[in-house]
């Protein structure tokens, strides 16, 4: 029963995607799987294999199919055992990489799995209410996977209640000093 349910629900995002697949193209599929916590996975890459797998790879075939260049699967908490399952079914964007509550670092991810999959996120929001060299010292390693390209660094998720207008209007200034200052990166 449950692989049939994630066969149904397969079944049923190719139906309602495709008349406007075939009409318009877009870049991103978006997955919207927050599967993972503080522990891990709710589930293990076992069973990723067993009932995920081969469902994920054909939705993702039939996305590839319309143009569709990159899927993006968006999964807080501690993900690191789903990136190769997730990868080997064609995922190659991650989001959110939560450095602030997880400890998640784009820089591992990128040296482990390399520019097959890009990122979006790993900038610790958390460091927003320390004040501007706390936020250029949490940027600054982040530059060369910006060179690098396949990485676009944002915080992982929204901005905290706790950070004041003036604390993130410093943030973006910081932001644009790092990633746009020669040998920055370029302007992100």
């Given at each position: 029963?449950?692989?049939?349910?994630i066969?149904?629900?397969?079944?049923f995002?190719?139906?309602?995607?495709?008349?406007?697949?075939?009409?318009?193209?877009?870049?991103?599929?978006?997955f919207?799987?927050?599967?993972?916590?503080?522990?891990?996975?709710?589930?293990?890459?076992?069973?990723?294999?067993?009932?995920?797998?081969?469902?994920?790879?054909?939705?993702?075939?039939?996305?590839?199919?319309?143009?569709?260049?990159h899927?993006?699967?968006d999964s807080?908490?501690?993900v690191?055992?789903?990136?190769?399952?997730?990868m080997?079914?064609?995922?190659?964007?991650l989001?959110?990489?939560e450095?602030?509550?997880?400890?998640?670092?784009?820089?591992?991810?990128?040296?482990?799995y390399?520019?097959a999959?890009?990122m979006?996120?790993?900038?610790?929001k958390?460091?927003?209410?320390?004040?501007?060299?706390a936020?250029r010292?949490?940027?600054?390693?982040?530059?060369p996977?910006?060179?690098?390209?396949?990485?676009?660094?944002?915080?992982?998720?929204?901005?905290?209640?706790?950070?004041?207008?003036?604390?993130?209007?410093?943030?973006?200034?910081?932001?644009?000093?790092?990633?746009?200052?020669?040998?920055?990166?370029?302007?992100?």
């Amino acid at each position: 029963m449950y692989e049939d349910i994630i066969a149904t629900v397969t079944d049923f995002f190719i139906e309602i995607h495709r008349p406007f697949l075939n009409r318009t193209k877009f870049e991103v599929a978006y997955f919207f799987e927050d599967c993972c916590g503080r522990s891990g996975p709710m589930f293990s890459p076992e069973m990723y294999w067993r009932f995920y797998h081969k469902h994920y790879s054909r939705l993702i075939a039939f996305y590839r199919s319309c143009g569709v260049q990159h899927i993006l699967l968006d999964s807080d908490g501690v993900v690191d055992p789903l990136i190769p399952c997730w990868m080997e079914s064609g995922v190659d964007l991650l989001f959110p990489i939560e450095v602030g509550t997880w400890k998640a670092s784009p820089i591992t991810i990128r040296q482990k799995y390399g520019k097959a999959l890009r990122m979006m996120g790993g900038v610790n929001k958390h460091v927003l209410t320390e004040g501007p060299e706390a936020v250029r010292r949490s940027l600054e390693p982040l530059v060369p996977l910006v060179k690098e390209g396949g990485y676009v660094p944002m915080p992982d998720h929204r901005i905290p209640p706790m950070v004041s207008l003036a604390q993130f209007r410093d943030y973006v200034r910081v932001f644009k000093e790092v990633f746009s200052e020669p040998g920055g990166g370029g302007a992100a």
